[in-house]
């Protein structure tokens, strides 16, 4: 009990004494570790999160309804529309009607009719324009001219894929039209049935399923499909904010939605390997930072160690005037705790108080997602805690290895 | 005539390896120091002295004989004995103060006197009440930095005694001197004498020596006188 007393006393005093500058270097050093550590996993994971999250946001919301397995369409899609109206944690709902299509553009000023017509085979949506746009926010995705008016017909938005301008980047690998812009007239073709339709706009989302489509009102693609059954491809439901998905499902199988579609909370629709990537990001992250905790180990090693070596006079003297050695070492122990458990505790600060929210509001801008920081309490912790725990060993060894020295040959520096 | 506190038989001290350089620094010293006695240990540079205060005073190990203080065996305890027995048995003076730059002179008297069990208020007293009467009552709050040579070393004593130790080792204690503070620190020994306490002292200033009860000289390893 007398040499924790003694060991935090020597050790506090150290710290004390040392200079200020120096301890505010280790310090960051141990910060910037425990960011390494946490901020890495927390990128790779938040790259992955950014882009489920988009998916939600853009594309299939907190519940998504389709087909049963063995139906082409939702059916009896008119009462799950109205049944949707009776439910209050539902914000808001969009029906879409999916088919594909022959996309042809610059057919007006073709002159060589033996040359290859500037066409794709495009991915069409019939949508509500306000509906989809109060669940998915689509309008914020036009990039260029503007979003489909509800009253309007013969307009068209195009997903950026579909214009060689934006594909090219990525080679042949988009069916893309050349030199297609907003107010520009390009031909739809699907069913041996062709109607022209104005460019209203660009969408440029991250979300591949956005912007690899083009959608029209869904009045006109009944006619152009045919689809007079009212039958829809997917419903897409928002929810209140504080309203549960599995809650929400559970009302909507309750009320035998169940035997005309399929219901799906987001979390049940996303694919496995979504889930699988990020535990590989997060397996991945931890393996990298854990070459910040080797460094930062490192670093305290060194830290005390040359710290215990210049005192290693003292460290006689403590020994011949009757200080116990675990007392001598508690005291470099308490050093490195004071240095990690400081820098990892400004870490976490800095982490949950300005990066993660920083980067909620200021995403990273990867090619395909917008990256945030995904961090999580209990993992920080975790990795707090294991910072700490190995760093207190890495003040201990130093400290043993030079405490151990025979007394009188540390008191005259032999 | 007290009884011998300090009994060393036949204490040999070899530096070095067979097959290298051996130096042979004590020669089967014989050497007995009462209870209360005020010991002087002198001789030229090289004579040994040093290296017998070392033995004595359990921070070193002889390579042959046997050493029985206050009738304890103290060559057969364990390294972690001997600094619970250097602890409280022992008290120690260094030529260069050897005081801990991060402690106040108050927490360095007070340092061994927390590590043998006394509270923080019972230290606090002792080590006011040691520093008081090496005439630094008003030095307690000050680093070893800010104090000069003569006064870390009387808080070095201070530190020593505060335990009441048996014995009181002091290694040249007034080397790093000017002869007005090296005068006062003979004089706290010669004090501290008078009050009972032993004292084993290297020394190689004669005038230091008039307090002392007895002077052992050496010579190459042994003692001559």
Known sequence: MQSIYIGLLLGLRQIQRANWWTTVLIIFVMMLTFLNLVAVSGVLVGLIEGAVRAVKEQSLGDIVITPLADEDRILDTDRILNELDTVPDIAGYTARYKAAALLEANYRERRDLRGERDTATVNITGIDPERENAVTHLASTITEGEYLDEEEQGYI????????????????IFDSLSGVHPGDTVRLTANGVSKEFIVKGVVD?????????????????????GRLDYGADQIVIALAPDASPNAVRDTLVRMGQRDLAKVETFEEAQPKFITDIKKTFDVLGTFIGSIGIVVGSITIFIIIFINALSRRRQIGILKAIGIEQKAIELAYVVQAAFYSFTGSLLGMALTFFVLVPYFDTH???????????????LGATIRFAVLF?????????????????NTLNAILGR | MKDPIIIAKNIHRIFGKE??????????IDLEIREDEFVAIMGKSGAGKSTLLYQLSLLDVPSEGTLSIAGTDVLSLTESEKTSFRLHNLGFIFQDYALIPDLTARENVMLPLLMSNHTWEDSKNAADDALGKVG????????????????????????????KPEILFADEPTANLDTISGRQVIDLLGELHKTGQTIVMVTHEEEYTRDCDRIIRMEDGKIVA
């Open chain 2, 19 to 28: 097959g290298g350089v051996v130096t042979h620094v004590l020669k089967g």
């Open chain 1, 389 to 405: 725990v190995i760093t207190l060993f890495a003040g201990f060894i130093p400290a043993w290895l030079i405490a151990r020295q």
């Open chain 1, 157 to 172: 938005l195009i997903g950026k894929y579909y214009i060689d301008r934006y594909s090219e980047q990525f080679g042949d």
């Open chain 1, 363 to 377: 995403p990273i801008n990867f090619p395909f997602s917008d990256g945030i920081l995904l961090v999580e309490p």
């Open chain 1, 205 to 225: 989302s991250k979300v591949d399923e956005v912007s690899l489509n083009t959608y029209i009102p869904e009045k006109e693609f009944r006619r152009i499909f």
């Open chain 2, 136 to 163: 630094l009552g008003h030095r307690l709050n000050n680093h070893p930095n800010a104090l000069s040579g003569g006064e870390q070393q009387r808080v070095s004593i201070a530190r020593a005694v505060a335990g």
